[in-house]
C-alpha cells in the first residue's frame, strides 16, 4: 500500500508582505468609497464652521403689541416696531399648536421694512396696510413660547410671551443671511380687530 503525503509549500500562502499589501489594497478601497483620499493636493484640515451671520442692525422696541390675526383669524399675533416705525418684527403664533405654560418650537418670525414708516400697522382692521419693501424670515433659531391662561369665561385675551434665541434671517429677495439678536415679545392676544 502506497501511502501518500501532503506537501505543504515552504512558503505559506499569506507571508506577511501579501497580508501587508492585502491590507494596504482594502484600506485604499474603503478610503475612496467613503470619500476619503489619500492624494497630498487635497488639505487635510478639518472643514472650517460657517461664520455667523451679522446682526440684522435694526434696534427694535420694547414691549411690543398683539391681537388675534386680522388675515387668518386663526392666529396670534405679536409685532415689535423699530424706532423710528419703518421696520416691524412679526411673530405668528397657531393657537391650536400651543399648551399652557412654556414650549419650546421653531422659530416663525419675520422682519418687513415699510414704504412709509407707519405705528398702526398690525391689530387694525381699517388700515392703513403696510407696504413691504424687504421682507426677513427666520429660517433657524427657536422660540420659547408661554401661553397665559384665558383671562375670564367672557374673554378669550391671554397673555403670550415670546423669547426668540439663535434666529437667523433670511432677505426673501436676495437670499443675503442675518442674525437677529435674542428678544423677548410680550402681549395680550386673541382679540379680533373690528
Not at 475612496?32 to 497630498?40: A, E, H, N, V
Not at 420694547?62 to 390675526?69: P, Q, S, V
Not at 424687504?134 to 410671551?161: F, K
Request: aromatic letters at 10%; a negative charge.
Amino acid at each position: 500500500m502506497r501511502s501518500r503525503t501532503l506537501r505543504v509549500p515552504s512558503r505559506p500562502f499569506f507571508s506577511s508582505a501579501r497580508a501587508i499589501l492585502l491590507v494596504a489594497s482594502f484600506t485604499t478601497a474603503i478610503a475612496s468609497l467613503i470619500g476619503c483620499s489619500s492624494d497630498d493636493s487635497k488639505t487635510t484640515e478639518p472643514p472650517m464652521p460657517p461664520e455667523d451671520p451679522e446682526p440684522l442692525g435694526i434696534e427694535f422696541l420694547e414691549g411690543g403689541g398683539g391681537c388675534g390675526d386680522q388675515e387668518t383669524f386663526d392666529a396670534y399675533l405679536l409685532f415689535q416696531y423699530n424706532t423710528d416705525y419703518s421696520a416691524a418684527l412679526v411673530i405668528r403664533l397657531q393657537p391650536s399648536a400651543l399648551t399652557d405654560g412654556w414650549q419650546l418650537l421653531p422659530a416663525w418670525a419675520r422682519v418687513h421694512r415699510f414704504a412709509e414708516p407707519d405705528p398702526t400697522y398690525y391689530c387694525d382692521d381699517v388700515g392703513p396696510f403696510p407696504e413691504y419693501v424687504e421682507t426677513w424670515r427666520a429660517i433657524e433659531g427657536g422660540m420659547w413660547v408661554y401661553l397665559g391662561p384665558v383671562a375670564s369665561p367672557h374673554d378669550e385675551t391671554r397673555t403670550v410671551e415670546v423669547l426668540l434665541h439663535d434666529v437667523t434671517v433670511e432677505n426673501e429677495d436676495t437670499s443675503e443671511l442675518r442674525s437677529l439678536p435674542s428678544r423677548t415679545l410680550k402681549a395680550t392676544v386673541g382679540w379680533i380687530p373690528g
